[in-house]
């Protein structure tokens, strides 16, 4: 049966380590962003260098556990960092997730018809201006989707942080069961607070979605 | 004046440009006629500066063609799909080669939709248009940068028969503003159409040329051409 004056009384515990949770997926989701967004730019470069080298980091981060990831950042990098766990966790969600976010958006950057990148060429317009205003805005539109699937699995992700001890939702839920016994009503009630989570994400998603689209936006100035 | 000379493109073992030479003068239309695979998008696209010819030169009165002195209007428009009417003209005006201050780029963009008819659409977007209204944005995105030449690359193979006339006739308008206009085309009723010098092309050479007056009057003087276009 599930105790629900246990959960009750431990819900301030959880909520606190919900927060880490939350630093966790939000400060990883930055670095994935940002680099998988840099990333996703130079393997649709003309450099051969460029796209070989990200290959080879994109094919290791996918190709690899997560949890080993964090736990070679935690126990090898950071003997010379001496970063705490939460950032040795965080930089090694951050970098996975950076691989993933990379091939989402060089997907939808290959989505643009090529046309449009022949007419900035015919008009003059530096390829970096032609990014900012055409290519990405139209990229991430059609990404936008698998982008929030991503960032819903990263949210999950952050559970194998409590594997070299930060105190996040799920590592707060194990120290609970160790002093309760009682892995039901904890594992339920994180459960649920995970799924609140997501659940809240999508719905922002849905709504993001609806305000990038380019026909409900203002005008926009150059 | 617009001069090939010996203009030669190959991809691989094939070639797809042999020996392309003529000349186009200003506020005059030259028309690359033929079937599909003959070359003449190939040859667009080396004037536009798209490609690169492996050998031969290009010419604009007399000085080695820059990409600055063409435009092109593109088979499928080519629009900045995220950009509305009036940005579509401005952001090559400001962010392209032109670099033109972003109020003088507003104002040309304004005026260019009023005198086309686009100013009720100034702030829709290209797949609001119908497709003559997207073929008169990509002209005006060109014609705002002021090239000495325009190409057109099929500029009727998108369009009801209608609109072919209305196409035809912004065509003249255009050279007769002195514009140097190339199309690429197989599209025997806009070339019946069009003052102009026609250069049918096959297998990536130009096998006849004639001044279309000419052609009309005396269709049995160009055998070649009289074939392609009436028994093609």
């Given at each position: 049966?599930?105790?629900?004056?246990?959960?009750?009384?431990?819900?301030?515990?959880l909520?606190?380590?919900t927060?880490?949770s939350?630093?966790?997926?939000?400060?990883?989701?930055?670095?994935?962003?940002?680099?998988?967004?840099?990333?996703?730019?130079?393997?649709?470069?003309?450099?051969?260098?460029?796209?070989?080298?990200?290959?080879?980091?994109?094919?290791?981060?996918?190709?690899?556990?997560?949890?080993?990831?964090?736990?070679?950042?935690?126990?090898?990098?950071?003997?010379?960092?001496?970063?705490?766990?939460?950032?040795?966790?965080?930089?090694?969600?951050?970098?996975?997730?950076?691989?993933?976010?990379?091939?989402?958006?060089?997907?939808?950057?290959?989505?643009?018809?090529?046309?449009?990148?022949?007419?900035?060429?015919?008009?003059?317009?530096?390829?970096?201006?032609?990014?900012?205003?055409?290519?990405?805005?139209?990229?991430?539109?059609?990404?936008?989707?698998?982008?929030?699937?991503?960032?819903i699995?990263?949210i999950k992700?952050?559970s194998?942080?409590?594997?070299?001890?930060?105190?996040?939702l799920f590592?707060?839920g194990?120290?609970?069961?160790?002093?309760?016994?009682?892995?039901?009503?904890?594992y339920v009630i994180v459960a649920c607070i995970y799924l609140t989570i997501t659940i809240s994400l999508s719905y922002?998603?849905?709504?993001?979605?609806?305000?990038?689209?380019?026909?409900?936006?203002?005008?926009?100035?150059? | 004046?617009?001069?090939?000379?010996?203009?030669?493109?190959?991809?691989?073992?094939?070639?797809?440009?042999?020996?392309?030479?003529?000349?186009?003068?200003?506020?005059?239309?030259?028309?690359?006629?033929?079937?599909?695979?003959?070359?003449?998008?190939?040859?667009?696209?080396?004037?536009?500066?798209?490609?690169?010819?492996?050998?031969?030169?290009?010419?604009?009165?007399?000085?080695?063609?820059?990409?600055?002195?063409?435009?092109?209007?593109?088979?499928?428009?080519?629009?900045?799909?995220?950009?509305?009417?009036?940005?579509?003209?401005?952001?090559?005006?400001?962010?392209?080669?032109?670099?033109?201050?972003?109020?003088?780029?507003?104002?040309?963009?304004?005026?260019?939709?009023?005198?086309?008819?686009?100013?009720?659409?100034?702030?829709?977007?290209?797949?609001?248009?119908?497709?003559?209204?997207?073929?008169?944005?990509?002209?005006?995105?060109?014609?705002?940068?002021?090239?000495?030449?325009?190409?057109?690359?099929?500029?009727?193979?998108?369009?009801?028969?209608?609109?072919?006339?209305?196409?035809?006739?912004?065509?003249?308008?255009?050279?007769?503003?002195?514009?140097?206009?190339?199309?690429?085309?197989?599209?025997?009723?806009?070339?019946?159409?069009?003052?102009?010098?026609?250069?049918?092309?096959?297998?990536?050479?130009?096998?006849?040329?004639?001044?279309?007056?000419?052609?009309?009057?005396?269709?049995?003087?160009?055998?070649?051409?009289?074939?392609?276009?009436?028994?093609?």
């Amino acid at each position: 049966m599930i105790d629900f004056t246990l959960i009750i009384n431990r819900l301030p515990e959880l909520l606190y380590a919900t927060g880490v949770s939350l630093m966790l997926a939000a400060g990883a989701l930055l670095i994935g962003s940002a680099l998988g967004t840099f990333l996703a730019i130079l393997e649709t470069s003309p450099s051969q260098v460029a796209r070989k080298t990200i290959r080879i980091y994109t094919t290791i981060l996918r190709g690899t556990p997560m949890l080993i990831q964090i736990v070679f950042i935690y126990y090898i990098i950071n003997n010379w960092l001496h970063f705490s766990a939460f950032w040795c966790a965080l930089i090694a969600i951050g970098l996975n997730s950076s691989a993933y976010i990379s091939q989402i958006i060089k997907a939808g950057i290959r989505s643009i018809s090529y046309g449009q990148i022949e007419a900035a060429q015919t008009l003059g317009i530096p390829r970096k201006e032609l990014l900012k205003r055409v290519i990405l805005p139209q990229a991430i539109q059609t990404v936008l989707p698998a982008l929030g699937n991503e960032a819903i699995t990263l949210i999950k992700d952050t559970s194998l942080a409590s594997m070299i001890g930060v105190a996040e939702l799920f590592f707060a839920g194990k120290v609970i069961i160790a002093q309760t016994y009682d892995a039901l009503s904890v594992y339920v009630i994180v459960a649920c607070i995970y799924l609140t989570i997501t659940i809240s994400l999508s719905y922002a998603l849905t709504l993001l979605e609806s305000k990038l689209s380019y026909h409900a936006t203002d005008k926009k100035s150059f | 004046m617009l001069q090939i000379k010996n203009l030669s493109k190959k991809f691989g073992s094939k070639t797809v440009l042999h020996n392309i030479s003529c000349e186009i003068v200003s506020g005059s239309i030259g028309v690359f006629l033929g079937s599909s695979g003959t070359g003449k998008s190939t040859l667009l696209r080396i004037i536009a500066g798209l490609q690169e010819g492996d050998s031969g030169e290009l010419l604009l009165n007399n000085h080695a063609l820059s990409v600055q002195d063409v435009g092109m209007v593109f088979q499928h428009f080519n629009l900045f799909e995220n950009l509305t009417v009036i940005e579509n003209i401005i952001f090559g005006l400001h962010k392209g080669r032109t670099q033109m201050a972003l109020s003088h780029a507003e104002q040309i963009a304004h005026d260019l939709l009023n005198r086309y008819g686009l100013k009720d659409f100034a702030h829709k977007f290209p797949d609001e248009l119908s497709g003559g209204q997207k073929q008169r944005l990509a002209l005006l995105r060109t014609i705002a940068q002021k090239p000495a030449v325009i190409c057109f690359d099929e500029p009727t193979s998108a369009l009801d028969p209608l609109l072919k006339t209305h196409v035809a006739q912004t065509l003249i308008e255009l050279s007769q503003s002195g514009y140097i206009i190339v199309i690429a085309t197989h599209d025997i009723q806009l070339v019946e159409q069009l003052p102009c010098i026609i250069f049918l092309m096959r297998d990536g050479a130009i096998v006849q040329s004639a001044v279309s007056q000419d052609f009309m009057a005396h269709p049995e003087n160009y055998q070649e051409i009289k074939k392609f276009m009436y028994h093609s």
